[in-house]
């Protein structure tokens, strides 16, 4: 893969970052991405207003966020394909058109339908964001310098969406949940116009041909899981259009075609993604570990506004500003962790980082009706900090450890799973949650109590998969020999 001569020194793998079109160029990128990762739970604070609004229930409220990531989650797939064939470019610009169509779309937007259509079109220009900016970074910064930039990619995935519940709760203070997307609107045209203007290809076009049998299996296969899991939920409350069992056959089913179909391909090269990367040992435990990090992250983005609102009885400003110290910490952690990583790779970071998580999940477990807003604030903020120093290592050191021929397919491969991962850990807790409600009030509890203890028995289950992540992040490998040297 060659660079943009203007980016890369002669016989170098990688471009300084210190340099001026490349500081440019990923600064656009980066407010891009933003931008439109912020989208992810933006709604997840309004889900009660648009249940009232839209006349709809929790399980089919929660599709608003699962749709969403569901979907970057079937068209994330096809970008280790789109960034061999097309310009960087011409990528970007039609990530942000897509973006901001769909921008328009669900601010006009009458009913859920409509709404939902939206958001599908939103996500997919979103899906396209995120595997084009760690491409980039891969290309124009060198590998010494990569925790540092990786801690900015940090703030776009992670601290995004946990700042839209406060976004989202200082707009539907005042005004309705369509002002959300009108707002969004503007910005996201300022970043299309400044990326058709500052935006330049450091990538080679390369001749690639789209495998069409993949695309349906990884649709089949990703959608199957998370509808399955979501009709769980709607089953609980009986709104649940087919049984759960059968989405789920299908999506394992289409699943396992899917990745026999691409280890098929990917020695003629024609994989829509090649899963080459999983040979890879330190980037496999590090895909596990992060899909645990995103489930964990979404299920509280998911769960922490309705338990505020339904249980502590909190409006949405508070709910928005109780939850603004967690994407905060994780913003100012990021870099500094980044900046640890390049000096001391990632083992001395993701384990604190894990057992930290943990701490965060099982204090959340305690909450009441009669819980202080401090108590909330805290056990996010200790889950946000532990999140914070596992990203950021885990997602360097898997794409580090590629070659370069598969950089747009590890990157497309994280993106995946992260997506996956948050809309499982939407379903899953919202499931968990339905399921503990009902049966608490199908033992006369009352509706308060109720939810608490569906919200309860949520939690309870991210507790336990926490402590399967700290056993995980004992198995990550410390810093060679070799990165040690580079960095100093």
Same mark, same amino acid.
């Given at each position: 893969?060659?660079?943009?001569?203007?980016?890369?020194?002669?016989?170098?793998?990688?471009?300084?970052?210190?340099?001026?079109?490349?500081?440019?160029?990923?600064?656009?990128?980066?407010?891009?991405?933003?931008?439109?990762?912020?989208?992810?739970?933006?709604?997840?604070?309004?889900?009660?207003?648009?249940?009232?609004?839209?006349?709809?229930?929790?399980?089919?409220?929660?599709?608003?966020?699962?749709?969403?990531?569901?979907?970057?989650?079937?068209?994330?797939?096809?970008?280790?394909?789109?960034?061999?064939?097309?310009?960087?470019?011409?990528?970007?610009?039609?990530?942000?058109?897509?973006?901001?169509?769909?921008?328009?779309?669900?601010?006009?937007?009458?009913?859920?339908?409509?709404?939902?259509?939206?958001?599908?079109?939103?996500?997919?220009?979103?899906?396209?964001?995120?595997?084009?900016?760690?491409?980039?970074?891969?290309?124009?910064?060198?590998?010494?310098?990569?925790?540092?930039?990786?801690?900015?990619?940090?703030?776009?995935?992670?601290?995004?969406?946990?700042?839209?519940?406060?976004? &989202?709760?200082?707009?539907?203070?005042?005004?309705?949940?369509?002002?959300?997307?009108?707002?969004?609107?503007?910005?996201?045209?300022?970043?299309?116009?400044?990326?058709?203007?500052?935006?330049?290809?450091? +990538?080679?076009?390369?001749?690639?041909?789209?495998?069409?049998?993949?695309?349906?299996?990884?649709?089949?296969?990703?959608?199957?899981?998370?509808?399955?899991?979501?009709?769980?939920?709607?089953?609980?409350?009986?709104?649940?259009?087919?049984?759960?069992?059968?989405?789920?056959?299908?999506?394992?089913?289409?699943?396992?075609?899917?990745?026999?179909?691409?280890?098929?391909?990917?020695?003629?090269?024609?994989?829509?993604?090649?899963?080459?990367?999983?040979?890879?040992?330190?980037?496999?435990?590090?895909?596990?570990?992060?899909?645990?990090?995103?489930?964990?992250?979404?299920?509280?983005?998911?769960?922490?506004?309705?338990?505020?609102?339904?249980?502590?009885?909190?409006?949405?400003?508070?709910?928005?500003?109780?939850?603004?110290?967690?994407?905060?910490?994780?913003?100012?952690?990021?870099?500094?962790?980044?900046?640890?990583?390049?000096?001391?790779?990632?083992?001395?970071?993701?384990?604190?980082?894990?057992?930290?998580?943990?701490?965060?999940?099982?204090?959340?477990?305690?909450?009441?009706?009669?819980?202080?807003?401090?108590?909330?604030?805290?056990?996010?903020?200790?889950?946000?900090?532990?999140?914070?120093?596992?990203?950021?290592?885990?997602?360097?050191?898997?794409?580090?450890?590629?070659?370069?021929?598969?950089? &747009?397919?590890?990157?497309?491969?994280?993106?995946?799973?992260?997506?996956?991962?948050?809309?499982?850990?939407?379903?899953?807790?919202? +499931?968990?949650?339905?399921?503990?409600?009902?049966?608490?009030?199908?033992?006369?509890?009352?509706?308060?109590?109720?939810?608490?203890?569906?919200?309860?028995?949520?939690?309870?289950?991210?507790?336990?998969?926490?402590?399967?992540?700290?056993?995980?992040?004992?198995?990550?490998?410390?810093?060679? +020999?070799?990165?040690?040297?580079?960095?100093?």
């Amino acid at each position: 893969m060659t660079q943009n001569p203007t980016l890369a020194d002669t016989g170098t793998a990688q471009a300084p970052v210190r340099d001026r079109s490349a500081v440019l160029l990923i600064g656009v990128l980066l407010v891009a991405a933003f931008v439109v990762i912020l989208n992810e739970t933006i709604l997840s604070v309004a889900l009660p207003t648009l249940m009232t609004d839209l006349a709809i229930s929790a399980a089919t409220a929660q599709w608003l966020t699962s749709g969403f990531l569901l979907t970057m989650a079937i068209v994330i797939p096809i970008t280790g394909f789109l960034m061999q064939r097309f310009t960087l470019r011409a990528i970007f610009i039609a990530a942000m058109t897509l973006f901001t169509v769909g921008t328009l779309v669900a601010a006009l937007a009458p009913g859920f339908e409509l709404l939902i259509v939206a958001r599908v079109v939103q996500a997919s220009g979103t899906a396209l964001m995120v595997p084009l900016l760690m491409t980039t970074i891969l290309n124009v910064v060198p590998e010494q310098n990569r925790g540092r930039t990786m801690g900015l990619v940090s703030i776009v995935i992670a601290v995004a969406p946990a700042i839209g519940p406060t976004v &989202s709760g200082l707009i539907l203070q005042s005004l309705s949940w369509r002002a959300m997307f009108w707002i969004v609107l503007p910005i996201a045209i300022g970043a299309l116009i400044l990326g058709g203007i500052f935006v330049r290809n450091v +990538t080679e076009r390369r001749p690639a041909r789209l495998d069409v049998l993949s695309v349906p299996l990884s649709a089949l296969g990703f959608g199957g899981l998370v509808y399955g899991l979501s009709s769980i939920g709607e089953s609980a409350s009986g709104h649940a259009p087919v049984p759960p069992w059968i989405p789920l056959v299908v999506g394992v089913i289409a699943l396992g075609l899917f990745v026999l179909r691409q280890l098929a391909l990917a020695d003629s090269g024609t994989a829509l993604l090649d899963l080459r990367t999983f040979a890879v040992g330190p980037f496999r435990l590090a895909i596990i570990l992060m899909a645990g990090f995103m489930l964990t992250l979404f299920g509280a983005l998911i769960l922490l506004p309705m338990y505020l609102q339904n249980v502590m009885g909190e409006d949405v400003l508070t709910t928005g500003l109780v939850l603004l110290p967690g994407g905060l910490t994780m913003g100012l952690l990021a870099p500094f962790v980044g900046a640890l990583f390049d000096k001391f790779g990632a083992r001395p970071l993701v384990l604190p980082g894990t057992v930290a998580v943990s701490a965060g999940t099982w204090l959340l477990t305690t909450l009441d009706a009669a819980s202080s807003i401090g108590m909330v604030i805290a056990a996010h903020v200790i889950l946000s900090a532990g999140i914070a120093f596992g990203l950021t290592p885990l997602m360097t050191s898997a794409l580090g450890s590629l070659r370069p021929e598969l950089y &747009s397919h590890g990157s497309a491969t994280v993106s995946t799973i992260q997506q996956v991962a948050g809309a499982a850990g939407t379903a899953l807790f919202i +499931t968990l949650m339905t399921r503990g409600t009902q049966s608490a009030v199908d033992d006369g509890a009352d509706p308060l109590s109720a939810a608490g203890d569906g919200i309860h028995l949520a939690f309870v289950v991210a507790g336990c998969l926490s402590v399967a992540l700290i056993v995980a992040a004992a198995l990550v490998r410390g810093r060679s +020999t070799s990165e040690a040297s580079a960095s100093r």
